[in-house]
């Protein structure tokens, strides 16, 4: 990992509310650096390998995410693991309850 800002990867299917809400949200906290993509063509940003090269750590909203990504990304993940973090596809922007969630799932990052 390289020195400066931990670098964060979220992932869903249009990136629309859930990823752009979780990289909002931890674009807060301190020493991070978060950028939100959509697995589908018609994502607001579409997952791209750069994307997948850029970041220390990878976050999906659902395990169809991960295997998407680990079928189409696999040699680029080799000391990448993906991380489910198992939030339905049941939230608008900014919702106060996924924000909540999201902020419990990375107290590190909040002081």
Same mark, same amino acid.
């Given at each position: 990992?390289s020195s400066g800002p931990?670098?964060?990867?979220?992932?869903?299917?249009?990136?629309?509310?859930?990823?752009?809400?979780?990289?909002?949200?931890?674009?807060q906290g301190d020493s991070?650096?978060?950028?939100?993509?959509?697995?589908?063509?018609?994502?607001?940003?579409?997952?791209?390998?750069?994307? &997948?090269?850029?970041?220390? $750590?990878i976050y999906v909203m659902?395990? /169809?995410? +991960?295997? @998407?990504?680990?079928?189409?990304?696999?040699?680029?993940?080799?000391?990448?693991?993906?991380?489910?973090?198992? &939030?339905?596809?049941?939230? $608008?922007?900014?919702?106060?309850?996924? /924000?909540? +969630?999201? @902020?419990?799932?990375?107290?590190?990052?909040?002081?």
């Amino acid at each position: 990992m390289s020195s400066g800002p931990v670098k964060l990867l979220f992932v869903c299917t249009r990136n629309r509310l859930r990823s752009p809400t979780a990289e909002a949200v931890l674009n807060q906290g301190d020493s991070v650096t978060a950028i939100s993509a959509g697995t589908n063509h018609d994502a607001e940003t579409t997952l791209s390998g750069d994307l &997948i090269e850029w970041a220390d $750590r990878i976050y999906v909203m659902e395990s /169809v995410h +991960k295997k @998407k990504i680990t079928r189409q990304y696999d040699a680029l993940l080799q000391d990448k693991p993906i991380r489910n973090l198992a &939030i339905p596809d049941n939230y $608008r922007f900014m919702d106060a309850g996924l /924000v909540v +969630k999201i @902020k419990t799932m990375f107290p590190e990052f909040f002081s």
